[in-house]
């Protein structure tokens, strides 16, 4: 979804699949509260293309091997009792490998998340956002983290619980920050100039409109009450049978 689309979206009420998986189902596993919470990124083009951007991330730790899209070998930092350690293994430290690694504040996209808890570890699969980056010709570089956690830790865990863990390497960043990078000062201008044209039109009678901004209360006195709700640290989400509204500090940041 664009930033345009993102800054006013019309809800048309149809029926439509649920985003969550089986209607009416009571218990919401740890694996579908991260996806919901991080969106994952759909890129083509050998990296090169954004199909559709996920949540940007900003990286807090140096170390997290940077490699090319196409690249088959996996060479995982691990984050453990709040210490990040490269990758290891011959190829990912020899001469073989590219040495590349992420700096500190870069901006990257989830591209995969697996939650293991039989191994007590969650894998995040990230890829550079390159136009937030301001990076031209774009790179399509990757990289994984896997966050260990103490025996038994992810048979009981939320996404809140795990949430301060996985912030200490990839911080969600708001539209604030996402428009401050490559690419952001026109589409704020376009957004700005488009809010006093539609302040300049006479009201007339609108479908049903969630923008971003809105507290709790006017997404409710919009849409209703939610069908599901989650609330993971800074961030609630209210799912709809066709639509789902997230929050960062009690105001909309996204609408899927």
Known sequence: MSLLGQIRLVVVLSACASVTGVAGAQAVSLQEQLNAQYKVAKIA?????????????AIQKPGIKAMPFAAIPKCPAKFADNTLQMAKG???????ALHNYFQKGDKVYPL???VNPDKEKITFRVVSCDQCNAID????????????????????ASAGDVEDTIGQVFAITTNDDQQAQGGGAADQ???TDQQQQQAAQPQQAEPATVQLGMSTDQVQSVLGKPDKMF???????YVYKDVKVTFLNGKVSDVQ
């Open 45 to 57: 083009g050998g990296g090169a293309v954004v199909v559709e951007a996920g949540t940007v991330l």
């Open 90 to 96: 011959f190829f990912c430290t020899s001469g073989m």
């Open 112 to 114: 995969k998340i697996e």
């Open 137 to 156: 010709p774009p790179t399509g570089q990757k990289g994984d983290v896997e966050f260990e956690f103490p025996s038994g830790y992810l048979q009981k």
């Open 189 to 191: 201008q376009q957004t």
């Open 231 to 237: 609330n993971v640290g800074t961030k609630q989400i």
